[in-house]
């Protein structure tokens, strides 16, 4: 979904929000939240059946739901030696059976999965286990040779016990492997008791404006979003779901291996989303029949496939970033493929709003969660929307950060503050304006960057772009592009603007070529060093 992190808290207006503000998304029973994830996967092994294929891995590697279970009881018994209930384990693992293994595994005896982004450099991922007091991280040899962490590795490992999934195994014992058939044929027996509103899972913020912050979801927060996903979309028995996704993503966690394991589709997994060659040709082998993708990404499989490759596909759900209408096109004209768009954040776990198959609204984000509840908080400058605050089951416990670990800081009075600026139509339809950190303030006017960066994308569509502002001593802030478009012309984006009623105040005051604009692991465009690229070229004579 069209995920962002949070922005640090903003002072409302003093007059109260207006009744015509406030939006409610359709009723939800919360009895269906009052379990544990682990207890959820119990529940869909016995609702679909034990033999019924959960997870399809990268090498085509197939696992039911059955031995799913009895590998998380075997690996998880061999794990909570040394550790207690409630701590923190770290999990450093691309997207793929061994990382969904590791996350119940962990779960299932009592204690919480942290899961790391392995593409966010180390003292991110210091930061991170600090932030949580995890000084255990599950990995595997063969993950860092793949993936070149060797470097990575060894920073972490000189303050972190490494656990590697090889090692266990190789010398699992009598007793891992009893508890592995024990648990398979009674889990009561032998997996821990928590309560649904315990921690479930430690998150982290991908940090595009800031330091990344932990996220702290219960339990009942993720399986409420996944029951509401099933209130909201209807999914089908044959469904196949591809998910290329992080699962240190909320979007790949809940959306790729919560939701289709809840509903008994198999979840085929791949471990990292810039494969392009590759996942088209999966999709195809595998018959997928829903895609999960940011628009980056999606882009650059639609380019990538032949016409048959992503035939088998009912739709694509992308998130994360806007969906260019471009991208919708090219997809729908060459597949005969809807993009069905929504929008997220890891602080929701993650889905607050998506679009519907046969109720697609392009440009918007669809319509609330059931159970959710938003507000506008007015902002000057702004006319149409405002700054969207919500809550609902699936709104996180709260943040905990490296500057004060373990200590958590819950929502102000139960609203979360999204930072993004939102309009709401007469149907519910959502539609983001951009994020109020991403609005410029020239001569006392708002300008937003994703229109700056919208009107780039729509000249040159085949590249990528971004914006930051900078001070400006005349009118308070400039607009400053960055593009991998060699060729790109201020005067081209100058004659767009008048022929399209765009306003003066969104042509940047200057292009800057780069060889690549900078994306995140998630597939988001990295803000943060998009501004320092920015500042650092203004600073050159």
């Known amino acids: 979904m069209a995920e962002t992190t949070a922005a640090e808290p903003q002072e409302a207006p003093a007059e109260p929000v207006a009744a015509e503000h406030l939006y409610k998304g359709a009723d939800f029973d919360l009895r269906r939240t009052r379990k544990t994830v682990f207890a959820g996967l119990l529940q869909s092994r016995n609702r679909y059946g034990g033999k019924k294929v959960a997870i399809i891995d990268a090498d085509g590697r197939e696992m039911t739901y059955d031995e799913l279970i009895q590998g998380v009881f075997a690996l998880g018994h061999a794990l909570k030696a ?7 384990v770290a999990i450093l693992m691309p997207t793929g059976i061994g990382a969904v293994i590791s996350f119940y595994a962990v779960s299932a005896y009592g204690r919480v999965p942290a899961m790391l982004n392995f593409t966010a450099g180390d003292s991110a991922l210091k930061a991170a286990c600090k932030a949580c007091q995890c000084t255990k991280i599950i990995t595997a040899h063969r993950f860092i040779e793949l993936g070149e962490l060797e470097k990575l590795e060894a920073e972490l490992a000189a303050d972190h016990t490494m656990i590697y999934l090889e090692d266990v195994r190789a010398n699992m014992t009598k007793m891992d492997k009893a508890a592995a058939v024990l648990g398979t044929i009674a889990p009561w027996a032998v997996r821990a008791w928590q309560s649904p509103d315990s921690p479930a899972v430690y998150l982290f913020t991908s940090g595009t404006e800031g330091e990344p912050k932990g996220v702290v979801l219960s339990h009942a927060n993720l399986l409420a979003n996944v029951e509401q996903v099933r209130d909201h979309i209807t999914l089908l028995p044959t469904d196949i779901l591809f998910n290329p996704m992080p699962t240190f993503h909320c979007f790949g966690l809940t959306g790729g291996v919560l939701l289709p394991l809840g509903f008994g589709i198999p979840a085929v997994c791949h471990p990292t989303p810039l494969q392009a060659k590759t996942i088209v040709k999966r999709v195809a082998e595998t018959k ?6 940011t628009d980056t990404f999606m882009s650059q ?22 969906v260019k209408d471009e991208t919708r096109s090219t997809v729908r004209r060459r597949f005969n493929l809807d993009i069905i768009e929504g929008y ?8 607050l709003s998506v679009n519907q198959p046969g109720n697609n609204k392009p440009g918007t984000v669809g319509q609330l ?15 149409d929307g405002g700054q969207l605050h919500f809550r609902g089951p699936n709104l996180m416990q709260g943040y905990i950060r490296a500057s004060n670990p373990g200590v958590l800081e819950p929502p102000a009075e139960g609203w979360h503050d999204t930072g993004d600026i939102v309009s709401i139509d007469d149907q519910g339809f959502l539609r983001i ?3 109020i950190k991403r609005f410029a303030k020239i001569g006392g006017e708002m300008v937003s960057l994703a229109v700056v960066e919208n009107c780039a994308n729509s000249l040159w569509p085949e590249n990528s772009h971004a914006a930051a502002t900078l001070p400006d001593k005349r009118k308070g802030e400039q607009v400053i592009l960055i593009t991998d478009y060699a060729k790109a012309d201020r005067a081209d984006l100058v004659a767009f603007a008048k022929n399209h009623g765009v306003t003066d105040l969104a ?3 200057k292009i800057i070529q780069v060889a690549e604009v900078p994306v995140l692991g998630t597939g988001k465009t990295d803000y943060g060093r ?5 500042k650092e070229a203004m600073e050159k004579p």
């Open 82 to 88: 040394g550790t207690e209930p409630g701590e923190a």
């Open 288 to 293: 997928s029949t829903i895609l999960f993708a």
């Open 301 to 322: 499989y639609s380019r990538a496939a032949n016409d048959e490759d992503l035939k088998s596909l009912r739709f694509a759900v992308c998130g994360a970033e806007r």
């Open 344 to 351: 997220g954040l890891t602080e929701a776990a993650p889905v």
């Open 369 to 383: 969660m059931a159970g959710c509840e938003a507000k506008l908080i007015p902002v000057p400058g702004i006319e």
């Open 433 to 435: 304006r951009g994020r």
């Open 507 to 509: 042509i940047p005051k």
């Open 530 to 534: 998009v501004t320092a690229i920015v």
